[in-house]
């Protein structure tokens, strides 16, 4: 199967399980449908440094006039230096962004001081080639750790820019900064705002098995609607809790990882009111969870999507620890792997959450099917749970039996796959 | 190979990179050998109540007389009826014991009030085989999660003990505790204490990967020598720390984790003055880490085991965390298994750890061979760095930049057969 025909596979397998927010309307998705992706104001272009073999490996995405922008980063001490230089330039700029560049195949972490110079290239050349300020420009990188960029052949690649049209599709943009992803991973929405129509379009990579240890997870987002750059960042965050960082077990892990977002306003759509705002919020969480179950659907290895739902937990950070610590076991995760319903493993990781538990009221369900009930009563038919955990994606709910806090988290299963992929990933 | 051969030659293994403290003489390991195993006072008896299939699962250790006795737990909140029993026992009776009952196969966890009254009957039926009270019995139990215990056959089984005299070997006693163990895990010591020779001998179980998400770990201990018990649980936490604590990532994570330590006293030897504690300490210490080690040398499919070692660290806690989040990285142990160099892996999982690092100090070392110098230089020779990591064993150090602190922590690599293992332990 193409990586393309895999992606559309994607996005029909969630898209069933997905519930539109009212005044939210996913963009059409298939064959051809791709070209219309961007947001009024942006383009994208895509080309290859050699970085990777064989397949585009920078994307630049341009806005024809200043975009708000707003972004989140990795709490990684060791972040890499693009990292380092898109944080300062939103602070120079004032959130005023015109354009993204992004390479595949090398993260420049670890790199040094000739790191930083190489980052700062990359957002001069960019400027260059598309007439902005390279504080207007945003950096990522992402890839091999420790080796520098090849940055002659990049600024050369990132020079030819200036003399074409940017006419990438969202699959393209998506395509070129993929490392060990097997599909691209993009969605349009158009909201319905008070006052009209404004499209908001992500593209996302993941790779690496995303829990308990994610290499770099990127998001860029686009929008046409104006929205002020301090609520866009306030947005941001919060979604961000909800969707990418609900899928890494350990926060903002790798030495890369990334979300961004510009808003042209080049719709005229202006998100201002508390109405418009809650339709915007709940557009972009619902882009964003998106992006980020595309992303454990394609982790290394892995043959099933699973929900690790968490209720009744004394609050919502318990719900986050437990759940968290479930979706990364080891144990739980190759249990997945194997369709085996073997609960104890799930309660087990509950105890040492470090979360707050009535162990006389815990209870465990598969999809509906009761598992464990209250006092430690567990009595299901094998039959049944052998069905569910067939499936290429469930949901494992568990009541902690204390209070209302809730959390969800997706994650994979652990198989042979992953460490094949992983042994020799460097090599 | 057999279980018992491949334990001598993992014994021999080890043995090779172990410095043995002053005052203290490994026992002579191999074919007969372990008959010598227990210090005065101490025997053993072992038998199946048909738990597992074809080999015993039921392990009683008796004392001749009460003994000052010491233990450490899970911390995990849906901890094992035994933990609460033995806890319990340890209270009631002033830390004063007489046996150890351990059964494996079934883990008694997750049992309710069920599991309780089965851990009691244990403690009854030993005591009332050996003639003790039932509160001078530690009970424990290591397997499957949430099956109520075969409590009657297992009732026959412990009261056949009170018709034999008990006289199983070390090696017995630790393969009648092992689950996916594949050889028992066994050593004694001679001491050379100021008044004369006392004996401490240990048996343990691993099985599961052991990090980060071990599967129960049992370790016990008895010894010959006097000590209080006071001044015994002191040495025991601080050794376990170093030890056992020291191959687990999330601390003591499973249902039903527990390492205790008897101390019968009969050799006539008083460890009081601070030189035979300094001396028993460093055996204590010694026989601990050895039995760690070769659980780690039996993680599920493991083919290295690895030592990381974190120097340089603000204090010894940053250390900790920084080694066990690396030695806990899915990424780090599949680049183990696959060989790779991929430093990059390792300080990323340094910069997530939560430990303080100076990033422009850090520096990575494979045994002798530098990785990483100062300001991310790094310029190894791929050889040098192939041919270590082909080896069975090796030590990766973590310099952080900042301090005196330092920890060492054991882990395995992450390979296919872990996962084989692991997909299908339940049925």
Redesign the interface.
């Known amino acids: 199967m193409s990586k393309l025909k895999k992606a559309y596979s994607a996005f029909e397998r969630l898209s069933a399980t997905t519930s539109w927010p009212d005044h939210v309307t996913p963009l059409p998705f298939g064959e051809g449908e791709e070209k219309r992706f961007w947001p009024a104001g942006f383009n994208a272009g895509t080309t290859s440094a050699a970085i990777k073999a064989r397949r585009p490996d920078i994307m630049v995405v341009s806005s024809d006039q200043p975009s708000s922008a707003a972004a989140v980063f990795t709490?990684?001490?060791?972040?890499a230096a693009p990292v380092s230089l898109s944080k300062e330039h939103l602070r120079t700029s004032a959130s005023s962004m015109r354009a993204v560049v992004c390479n595949s195949g090398n993260?420049n972490?670890?790199?040094?001081?000739r790191?930083m110079r190489d980052a700062e290239t990359m957002a001069a050349e960019t400027a260059a080639a598309l007439g902005v300020h390279p504080e207007e420009v945003l950096v990522a990188s992402t890839g091999?750790?420790?080796v520098a960029l090849p940055i002659e052949r990049m600024s050369e690649a990132i020079g030819s820019f200036s003399a074409v049209v940017l006419e990438g599709s969202g699959a393209d943009a998506a395509l070129a900064i993929m490392t060990t992803d097997t599909f691209p991973k993009f969605i349009a929405v158009d909201i319905a705002l008070s006052g009209g129509t404004a499209r908001l379009s992500g593209i996302a990579k993941g790779s690496?098995?995303i829990c308990?240890?994610m290499?770099t997870m990127l998001g860029f987002l686009f929008t046409d609607a104006a929205i002020d750059p301090a609520l866009l960042q306030e947005m941001l965050s919060a979604a961000n809790e909800r969707s990418f960082n609900a899928i890494t077990v350990?926060?903002?892990?790798?030495?890369n990882d990334m979300a961004a977002i510009l808003a042209s306003g080049r719709s005229g759509q202006i998100v201002r009111g508390s109405d418009d705002a809650g339709i915007f919020f709940s557009a972009l969480e619902t882009v964003m969870t998106f992006l980020a179950r595309l992303i454990v659907l394609d982790g290394e290895g892995a043959t099933k999507l699973v929900e690790i739902r968490v209720e009744g937990a004394e609050n919502d950070e318990d719900a986050k620890k437990a759940a968290r610590t479930i979706a990364?076991?080891?144990?739980?995760k190759?249990?997945m792997?194997?369709e085996?319903?073997?609960?104890?493993?799930i309660?087990?990781?509950?105890?040492?959450s470090g979360a707050?538990?009535d162990?006389?009221r815990?209870t465990v369900k598969f999809n509906d099917l009761a598992i464990?009930e209250p006092?430690?009563?567990?009595d299901f038919s094998e039959e049944e749970a052998k069905k569910i955990l067939a499936e290429p994606g469930y949901t494992i709910t568990i009541s902690m039996g204390r209070g209302t806090g809730s959390a969800s988290v997706w994650t994979c299963d652990?198989?042979?796959e992953?460490?094949?992929i992983?042994?020799?990933?460097?090599?």
Chains 1, 2 share one sequence.
């Open positions: 709490r990684n001490l060791c972040s993260a972490a670890a790199t040094g001081e790191g091999v750790i420790g690496g098995m308990p240890d290499a350990d926060g903002d892990t790798s030495t990364g076991s080891s144990l739980v190759t249990a792997n194997g085996d319903a073997n609960w104890g493993r309660i087990a990781a509950v105890g040492r707050r538990v162990t006389e815990l464990l006092g430690y009563r567990s652990l198989s042979r992953y460490v094949e992983n042994a020799d990933y460097r090599t």
